[in-house]
């Protein structure tokens, strides 16, 4: 799953000329991306155990927001997304939970102020919440509605 997710990212990323078929098509998976990612949410937050850093599911959420954050940042796909019911409420309230996990206890959730260049970040879930930030900043785009919700 994650590599045909992976797959998809990159369909998704080229700047080609997409014909109407395919934008149809991909409007389509980009629903059924975003009620997977609603559904499996709450898997990434078992990644704050150390044991748990390999979980298929929580890697599979987190390749579907990557997906969902690159499909928000075409103008094709962001207004279906964005009239999406509860796609804005899940992201903020997984934004608010791993950030609540981050300050709990010392996890891959947790804000670090001494990063320097050099460290290697192995950890699929590192980025996760700017990813979040970056898909709320996104459905929030030109969208009075969603604007108010955050």
């Known amino acids: 799953r994650v590599t045909l997710l992976e797959l998809m990212m990159s369909k998704v990323s080229e ?6 078929e395919e934008l149809r098509v991909m409007g389509r998976h980009a629903a059924f991306l975003a ?3 609603q559904e499996q949410c709450g898997a990434v937050l078992r990644l704050t155990a150390a044991a748990e850093a390999q979980d298929e599911e929580a890697l599979v959420t987190i390749r579907l927001l990557d ?3 690159e499909m928000t ?3 094709g796909q962001l207004e279906p997304l964005q009239a999406l019911p509860g796609l804005l409420e899940t992201a903020l309230d997984t934004l608010r939970l791993t950030h609540l996990a ?3 206890a010392v996890n891959v959730f947790t804000a670090t102020h001494a990063v320097t260049g050099q460290e290697e970040v192995s950890h699929p879930a590192m980025g996760f919440k700017s990813h979040l930030i970056r898909l709320i900043g996104n459905l929030c785009y030109k969208n009075k509605e969603n604007q108010d919700k955050v």
């Open 73 to 75: 940042s075409s103008s």
């Open 15 to 20: 700047r080609s000329c997409v014909s109407s």
């Open 67 to 69: 997906v969902l954050c």
């Open 102 to 104: 981050g300050k709990q």
């Open 35 to 37: 009620g997977c990612f």
